[in-house]
């Protein structure tokens, strides 16, 4: 263990930091090949990979690499050459599985490193198969094997193997009761909620698995109920099937802001597990979205609860606050514009419509804003034959920005927006495809209509010191036909963690880049922005002001020397929270003039990003503007470890960051008078990074995005 700033930093396998240094260095430089496979089995607590040809010959050192999907590496076995000779490779899971218990990573994939001389190579494992395009998604095979050896033994683990869409072999390691979910589900016939009960009727054809009864389990606030929500149960067996019967008495349900999955137990060899139950009965779909009386309860004046259908097309529960849309009058407004856009279909199409749209369609400052704009006064309109919209909420403070655009600009949920959304042959934004329109509706229909509509991923930042396993390519709500980025680093990162063809990603720069100035010159204000944490976002409002996060901010705000710091060099601190915690701004407090909480919304970021002279942040990616700028940045990061192995980085924190970084907060003030006395000159260290980090500051990313756009074919 390393010990820095009080912050500890395992280093890894076997202790040997330098060892994984050396093979992450490896890795990035390696030429990508395939290595096709004749079988994989897991049996006896091995996997063994018969391969195909003579790919793994005449290599100095082959290195078998388990790491997870997002690329860290958590375990390697040097392969031993007369594996190699004999065409099959042998991992004893055993040693593995002591790495997986530390770790708690579940998904795996397995690639062999080949080093020759200076040269190195790393294989993915792919699927033999004739015809290479065979499209697996629908049919995948999947090998699957129990391990486990003394303590171990005793919890059933189960690793199964499978081939995604690509052919590409993936390992999944787990609970041994969720290797079931992948293969057997159970099927929901109704669902009705009425006199307080929810009610659902389910069935599972014989599959050797008893039904036992049916349980809902929350995925945000799991400690309300650590043994889930049990409903109570009838169970019916007729010939192979077995009909199912669950309620559950909504007046002893404790609300909570929440999705709730609903699953089958099932008993097995003495074992209970759980069973996904199956939402794909169109009628059951039908009835979720009706018009009149859609399958909904009102817990109180301010809460509802209401079944869904999840992407993976189970069923589930959504529990929120009471919206406008949750209203007749929406339901009716929506099939009005159905019924428009039905009758002016064609007319629609021939417009090649183009929607440009930010953050819950309130914001119009970020990247989408600056795209529209250019376009708008550019005539980018005739250049892409596309008419281009941009959608705001008009009661928005930023539709200030867009009026000037007349009839471009569209009233987000007016019947108008809804039309064009259904005709939309494009959708541009620094959001997912959910943002332009209502994200937890109990009765849209049009929402599921953006699954088929092409988009274009403008993002918020450079994606470099986040990890975001939810942006990869085969999740169908943040999949999108064309991602934009500022560098070749980070289409590296698209192409490698994302799963993204080279087609699809486009190296543009962002397009707010193009009208950013350095201000401060006028100005003597610090930005201090840190990033939000996914484990706060649901929290309460006293959890939250209990969390090292709001405690360590609470701290840096109210600091004497901080003040002083301040008093004595006439400066300003202005403190930006996340939008995803933007809630929560208002707990936050200082007694300094000088020091400006500034709500999300309140002032556009882009102008508190120009006008500082030092950027501090821990994580976010906001960080990239100043630098941009060619401004100093100082990173804060007294969560390290937590932060790490909870979401963790594309980029070495310790090592390709462009600005010093502190885990203590007298560390952090300390180089805060340092930047006061380089009068907020960067680093050299640091400046050299740049052309390397960011290949395009000319003013034109808007240009070439829309290049892009049309390069791709959308």
């Known amino acids: 263990m390393e010990q820095k700033d009080n912050v500890t930093v395992d280093l890894g396998h076997q202790n040997q930091k330098k060892f994984y240094k050396e093979l992450e260095t490896q890795i990035r430089t390696a030429k990508k090949e395939k290595l096709f496979l004749k079988n994989t089995v897991i049996q006896d607590n091995n996997i063994t990979i018969e391969i195909e040809g003579d790919e793994l010959s005449g290599f100095d050192k ?10 860290d590496i958590l375990w390697t076995e040097t392969i031993d050459f007369n594996q190699v000779v004999s065409g099959t490779i042998t991992v004893d899971l055993n040693k593995f599985v002591k790495t997986f218990f530390k770790s708690q990573y579940s998904k ?22 004739k015809d290479k395009e065979v499209d697996l998604r629908n049919k995948s095979e999947s090998l699957i094997g129990y391990f486990g050896d003394g303590e171990f033994e005793k919890v059933c683990w ?46 599972l054809e014989d599959c050797g698995m008893k039904p036992i009864g049916m349980i809902g389990r929350r995925r945000l606030t799991k400690a309300v109920d650590l043994n ?44 209970v597990y759980d069973l996904f139950l199956n939402t794909k009965n169109k009628r059951i779909n039908k009835k979720f979205q009706k018009l009149f009386r859609p399958i909904h309860y009102k817990i109180d004046e301010e809460n509802i609860l209401f079944p869904y ?58 990247n989408g804003f600056y795209f529209f704009q250019y376009c708008m006064e550019n005539g980018m309109e005739k250049y892409m034959k596309k008419e281009i919209y941009f959608v705001i909420d008009y009661n928005s403070s930023q539709y200030e920005n867009v009026k000037q655009y007349g009839n471009r600009v569209l009233n987000y949920l007016s019947i108008k927006h809804m039309v064009y959304l259904q005709g939309a042959k494009l959708l541009v934004s620094s959001e997912t495809k959910s943002h332009s329109y209502v994200r937890r509706s109990n009765a ?36 999108t036909n064309l991602f934009i980025t500022s560098s070749f680093i980070e289409k590296g990162i698209i192409l490698d963690k994302f799963e993204y063809d080279e087609n699809e990603v486009a190296v543009t720069g962002l397009a707010r880049w193009d009208l950013i100035e350095d201000k401060s010159d006028t100005c003597r204000e610090i930005l201090l922005m840190p990033t939000w944490r996914r484990d706060l976002e649901e929290v309460s409002d006293e959890e939250f002001q209990e969390s090292e996060y709001f405690l360590q901010y609470m701290h840096l705000l109210n600091s004497e020397r901080l003040y002083t710091i301040l008093e004595q060099n006439n400066l300003h601190l202005n403190f930006y929270i996340h939008p995803q915690l933007r809630r929560f701004i208002g707990k936050f407090s200082s007694t300094h003039p000088n020091i400006h909480l500034i709500p999300f919304g309140e002032e556009p970021l882009n102008e508190l990003i120009m006008r500082c002279s030092l950027m501090i942040t821990d994580y976010s990616s906001a960080i990239w503007d100043v630098y941009y700028q060619g401004k100093p940045a100082l990173f804060y990061q007294f969560d390290f470890n937590e932060y790490n192995y909870s979401q963790g980085s594309y980029f070495d924190l310790e090592t390709e960051l462009f600005g010093d970084v502190s885990y203590k907060q007298e560390d952090l003030l300390a180089r805060i008078e340092e930047m006061i006395t380089r009068e907020f000159k960067e680093k050299e260290e640091y400046a050299k990074l740049r052309e390397e980090y960011l290949p395009y500051i000319d003013h034109n990313n808007r240009k070439r995005t829309c290049d892009a756009i049309l390069k791709a074919g959308l």
């Open 62 to 71: 082959l290195e078998l690499l388990l790491s997870q999907k997002n690329g």
């Open 309 to 366: 259908t999840t992407v993976s097309s189970n069923l589930a529960f959504d529990c929120r606050k009471i919206a406008p849309y949750d209203k007749f009058a929406f339901r009716l407004k929506e099939r009005i514009a159905r019924v428009i856009f039905r009758i002016l279909k064609k007319k629609m199409e021939q417009k090649n419509i183009m929607l440009v749209y930010e953050k819950y369609c309130e914001a119009a400052q970020e």
């Open 228 to 271: 889930g929500i049990k409903f109570n149960c009838k169970v019916k067996q007729k010939d192979t099937v077995t009909y199912i019967t669950g309620e559950l008495d909504l007046s002893e349900f404790e609300f909570t802001s929440d999705y709730i999955d609903i699953f089958l137990l099932v008993e097995k060899d003495g074992f």
């Open 108 to 129: 795996w994939s397995v690639d062999i490193l080949g080093l020759k001389k200076k040269e190195s190579f790393l294989f993915s494992m792919k699927k033999e198969s």
């Open 444 to 479: 849209t229909s049009i929402r599921r209509r953006l699954d088929n509509t092409p988009s274009v991923f403008l993002q918020h930042g450079v994606i470099a010191f986040k990890q975001l396993p939810f942006m990869i390519k085969s999740n169908r709500n943040s999949r």
């Open 158 to 203: 189960c690793m199964y193997g499978y081939y995604n869409r690509y052919n590409t072999l993936l390992f999944d390691v787990n609970y041994k009761f969720k290797s079931y979910t992948q293969f057997v589900q159970g099927e929901v016939r109704k669902v009705t909620i009425s006199g307080g009960r929810i009610k659902i009727n389910a069935e």
